[in-house]
Nanobody
Framework: QVQLVESGGGLVQVGGSLSLSCAVS????????MGWFRQAPGKEREFVAT????????YYANSVKGRSTISRDNAKNTVYLQMNSLRPEDTAVYYC?????????????????WGQGTQVTVSS
């Protein structure tokens, strides 16, 4: 059974930085494209970033482009999301997700495997 476990969330001040990690076990990590999504209180879950199987292709939501970097280490079965210049509107539960078909896609429905999420709170 494939499991995704996010970590690295927490409380950070406006303008600060945070690095999220998602460790994948029980599957063939290098065979998955990976995505990050987030859900703020009272809002629907939204796309943040995605990365291809080999890490060569990335795609970001406009809301985080230029402030965030998605990366992966296939030797460690882990995907990362580095977030800088954080804003109060970045406050959300952040989820990582895996697409076994390897698509680089912002569509939530394309991801079959999800983690439990990690809370990020940006305080002003």
């Amino acid at each position: 059974q494939v499991q995704l476990v996010e970590s690295g969330g927490g409380l950070v001040q406006v303008g600060g930085s945070l690095s999220l990690s998602c460790a994948v076990s029980g599957g063939t990590f290098r065979g998955y494209s990976m995505g990050w999504f987030r859900q703020a209180p009272g809002k629907e879950r939204e796309f943040v970033a995605t990365i291809s199987r080999n890490g060569a292709t990335t795609y970001y939501a406009n809301s985080v482009k230029g402030r965030s970097t998605i990366s992966r280490d296939n030797a460690k079965n882990t995907v990362y999301l580095q977030m800088n210049s954080l804003r109060p509107e970045d406050t959300a539960v952040y989820y990582c997700a895996a697409d076994p078909l390897g698509r680089v896609t912002p569509r939530e429905r394309d991801y079959d495997i999800w983690g439990q999420g990690t809370q990020v709170t940006v305080s002003s």
